[in-house]
């Protein structure tokens, strides 16, 4: 701390700009000039020095400018730290005051400290009353001096033993050999320990040094301490890489910087440690995978999804449509919730990590859409998008204890979680619903003691009407996904379901008998594709040939379905009664076209003969007679019709 007086000689320098103090003005302000363009500047006594105290404007004392350093210069900047007499240790801080009263006592005897008659006098009564020796009077004068020249700092009277380094024991072409190896060995990705360029370095010293072993020898302290000239932060990005050190030894200053509600949402995916039962089924669907999109601003869950099917495009705009469209209707369930869910509208901006799906193109689009920017966050630094990441940490709290999925440990054998999963679907979502709108958003946080559903009811009321779309199809056509099918005169079949229309067979006259074109289909809703036109590339909507079982039937309770049909079909061994019934007919086929045994045969087969329009075999043993024809007819039903005989002409031949 210095000290300074609003008088003539007082320099002030404001970034690279000199200013002198001139004088006092009538009006309480004081002027200053600049030496070199001669402005002259008028500001009041309390600005200047409330500017002075901030860092905006530094006593110029001749020092000369800071160096100027470039702006990608990675290397450590010296800290602005504060000096403090508090921190002296108390041999120096006894020292100071020591210096400090010789100083102060001559100073109300009216002395000077060029008096060095009057100041040797002094000094041996002051030495008497502190009963100790005295210091020269050269040493009380130069301390004199050195505090005059700092504007009476004290500080400046303490010793330079205080700060003094210790010299080197090693010369400088050794220091060098030690910084070069723990360069090579110490400090890489290998991570080599540090007795590994210990031995390495007294290695080399010996070698360069030749017989005397003991002088060419370092100390394992020796190298550590050499080897903690590095910093900490530094160590580590050498060792273990720039990412590791990044995360190791994170920091945040503002945060997340919003100021309305709905300007900054967060979205994130996670897979919950728990297995889920179909309702309609009954079978394990095994763990859901969440979707939650939240406000930044307050830290209020603006909606969710659940999926089965992992993260993806579906979920993540599925979880934006919800959040943006208002939410009575999800308040009318058997769960009875004591709060609104509040919010809705589209937002100003997506912030989003570096999935494979928010860097998609459709994703892209679907922003367009909604008129909506999208942030993405650094590569493994989720804590710039906290509130997201704070409320899936602490969803695992509320969720029940059945079902849970355990972490493998050493010597345990976790429970099934398939056999203890007792929740049902419908029962996680209400769950969830209540777990969002009861119970997270009336947590306070415990730096503003505020809670979100308050900061953002009251920030909702402050915005303008919100917008909204006026139709999410273009949103869940972007959601869909996607495959290559064949059309044809039974339309798609798509995972064994038929799906087909009026307008898709037209739309085959028009294209080609059959033809391959793109689908896509909603992995939650069954009940209808979308059908690309070859030629216009627009999308017709083809309801399901299976109405009543494909309505709101999802794509994993479909596989769940089959999956359990089959397994009823393998407890009845219906695959291989199969097989082997067509084994029997193919064998029973050669054997009828055996010489050997066709006889055999033909006796065996007998006895079918009745099965047949006309028969060719009949049931006795001993061998066909073939009766004649005259057996057959009685001579009474031979009827001969009489017929005309036709004249002739008469003719000779000569």
């Known amino acids: 701390m210095a000290l300074f007086a609003f008088a003539t000689g007082l320099t002030l320098r404001r970034g690279e700009q000199l200013l002198e103090f001139r004088r006092h003005l009538p009006n309480g302000q004081v002027q200053f000039e600049d030496p070199l ?70 100073k109300k005897q009216g002395q000077t400290r060029g008096c060095r008659r009057q100041l040797q006098r002094l000094i041996q009564k002051i030495a008497e009353r502190r009963q100790e020796s005295p210091p020269s009077a050269s040493s009380v004068m130069q301390w004199w001096r050195t505090l005059d020249q700092n504007d009476a700092c004290p500080a400046s009277l303490v010793s330079g033993n205080l700060h003094r380094k210790r010299s080197r024991g090693l010369p400088e072409s050794i220091i060098a050999i030690i910084r070069k190896i723990l360069r090579k060995e110490y400090f890489t990705r290998k991570r080599y320990p540090l007795t590994r360029a210990h031995i390495l370095i007294n290695n080399t010293l010996q070698n360069l040094r030749g017989s005397d072993a003991k002088t060419s020898e370092i100390s394992l302290s020796t190298a550590r301490r050499y080897a903690n000239e590095v910093g900490p932060y530094f160590k580590d990005v050498a060792r273990y890489g720039p990412a590791y050190a990044r995360n190791k030894w994170r920091y945040s200053l503002e945060g997340t910087v919003t100021h309305r509600v709905l300007e900054r949402v967060e979205i994130d995916h996670t897979q919950l440690d728990m297995v889920v039962i179909c309702d309609r089924s009954g079978l394990p669907l095994g763990r859901p995978t969440i979707t939650v999109v939240i406000d930044a601003h307050s830290g209020y ?10 993260t993806g495009l579906g979920p993540s705009l599925n979880a934006i449509k919800i959040g943006i469209m208002p939410k009575e209707d999800y308040c009318n369930g058997p769960t009875v919730l004591s709060n609104p869910w509040l919010g809705y509208g589209i937002f100003e901006l997506i912030v989003v990590d570096n999935g494979l799906e928010f860097h998609s193109p459709q994703f892209q689009l679907a922003a367009w859409h909604l008129n909506a920017d999208i942030q993405y966050c650094a590569v493994r630094q989720p804590w710039l998008k906290p509130s997201v990441e704070r409320v899936l940490g602490t969803l695992e709290l509320y969720l029940p204890a059945e079902g849970h999925v355990h972490k493998p440990l050493s010597n345990y054998l976790p429970p099934n979680p398939r056999e203890t999963a007792s929740i049902t679907f419908s029962q996680l979502c209400y769950g969830l619903l209540k777990c969002f709108v009861d119970i997270l958003p009336m947590e306070p946080n415990n730096r503003t003691l505020i809670e979100p559903f308050e900061v953002f009811r009251d920030g909702f009321e402050r915005l303008p009407p919100p917008l909204l779309p006026s139709s999410f199809n273009e949103i ?34 028009r294209t080609a008998h059959t033809f391959k074109t793109l689908i896509k289909f909603q992995p939650e809703d069954l009940n209808s594709i979308y059908v690309q036109d070859p030629t216009t590339k627009m999308w017709l909507l083809v309801p399901s040939c299976q ?30 009664n199969l097989i082997r019934a067509k084994i029997d007919l193919i064998e029973m086929w050669a054997d009828f076209l055996r010489g050997n045994r066709g006889k055999k045969n033909i006796q065996a087969a007998q006895k079918f003969g009745t099965l047949t329009s006309a028969q060719t075999l009949t049931g006795e043993a001993f061998p066909m007679v073939i009766p004649r024809e005259s057996t057959l007819i009685v001579p009474e039903d031979i009827v001969i019709p009489s017929r005309e005989i036709p004249q002739f002409s008469s003719f000779q031949l000569d």
């Open 37 to 106: 363009t001669g402005r002259i500047y008028a500001w009041s006594m309390a600005k200047m020095y409330r500017d002075i105290n901030s860092g905006e404007l530094v006593i110029f004392r001749g020092d000369g400018m800071p160096p100027a350093t470039a702006e990608n210069d990675d290397s450590p900047k010296p800290l602005p730290l504060l000096p403090s007499l508090e921190s002296l240790p108390a041999k120096h801080r006894k020292g100071l005051e020591r210096r400090l009263d010789y100083i102060n006592s001559c």
């Open 547 to 576: 109405p009543e079982y494909t309505y709101q039937l999802s794509i994993v309770q479909h596989h769940a379905i089959r999956k359990q049909l089959k397994g009823q079909l393998d407890s009845r061994n219906t695959a291989e």
């Open 476 to 509: 869940s056509l972007i959601s869909a996904m996607s495959k290559t099918m064949s059309v044809g005169n039974e339309g798609v079949v798509f995972m064994y379901l038929r799906y087909n229309s009026v307008e898709l067979q037209n739309l085959r006259r």
């Open 301 to 310: 869950v603006l909606s969710f999804f659940i999926s089965f099917w992992g």
